[in-house]
T-cell receptor
Framework: DGGITQSPKYLFRKEGQNVTLSCEQN?????MYWYRQDPGQGLRLIYY???????QKGDIAEGYSVSREKKESFPLTVTSAQKNPTAFYLC???????????FGSGTRLTVV | EDQVTQSPEALRLQEGESSSLNCSYT??????LFWYRQDPGKGPEFLFT???AGEEKEKERLKATLTKKESFLHITAPKPEDSATYLC??????????FGAGTRLFVKA
């Protein structure tokens, strides 16, 4: 079955450390997205990509970086510059246009 | 400023007690309105897309409707398994999709 896979499910980061969250899809979707979800808030867009080798900053891109070298993959790196990284991170993909998203199961990142 | 507001924040129902969730929006040039269901600790699951005022979509006990300023998610005779957070999202001009904060629904047997 087609879907979108995020790993790991749980991730712990020490102060000053960079960590990378994985996102892979086999839906043949062109567009991919990274969102951050905090309690009581709507999903906030970090980065999105509409095509391979191209990506755009979302509303809260500071302290994050991404790459899109393959259509299937859109990894997110949370750098040490992100001062409040503890959150639930969601990756999504969609066909280009006015279509709903398919989400992964999320990665919960905690700073220790 | 484009905005999506969902109400109520939380809703507690008895099994079989029908109700509605509201999603009001202020965006320029609506291209699509989306409803998702999210279970605790999981990613949202797509439910419906609505494109124009007057449009309705149904799935089991759920029915979504759209006007020029808001959307409703009607839940008929809910069951405990309908308990979840329901998210509304709007795609406006350009490529941006804006999500509301969600309504947490609790259905008691």
């Amino acid at each position: 079955d087609g879907g979108i896979t995020q790993s790991p499910k749980y991730l712990f980061r020490k102060e000053g450390q960079n960590v990378t969250l994985s996102c892979e899809q086999n839906l043949n979707h062109d567009a991919m997205y990274w969102y951050r979800q905090d309690p009581g808030q709507g999903l906030r867009l970090i980065y999105y990509s509409q095509i391979v080798n191209d990506f755009q900053k979302g509303d809260i891109a500071e302290g994050y970086s991404v790459s899109r070298e393959k259509k299937e993959s859109f990894p997110l790196t949370v750098t040490s510059a992100q001062k409040n990284p503890t959150a639930f991170y969601l990756c999504a993909s969609s066909r280009t246009g006015e279509y709903g998203y398919t989400f992964g199961s999320g990665t919960r990142l905690t700073v220790v | 400023e484009d905005q999506v507001t969902q109400s109520p924040e939380a809703l507690r129902l008895q099994e079989g007690e029908s109700s509605s969730l509201n999603c009001s929006y202020t965006v320029s040039g609506l291209r699509g309105l989306f409803w998702y269901r999210q279970d605790p600790g999981k990613g949202p699951e797509f439910l419906f897309t609505l494109y124009s005022a007057g449009e309705e979509k149904e799935k089991e006990r759920l029915k979504a409707t759209l006007t020029k300023k808001e959307s409703f998610l009607h839940i008929t005779a809910p069951k405990p398994e309908d308990s979840a957070t329901y998210l509304c999202a709007v795609q406006a001009g350009g490529f941006k999709t804006i999500f509301g904060a969600g309504t947490r629904l609790f259905v008691k047997a």
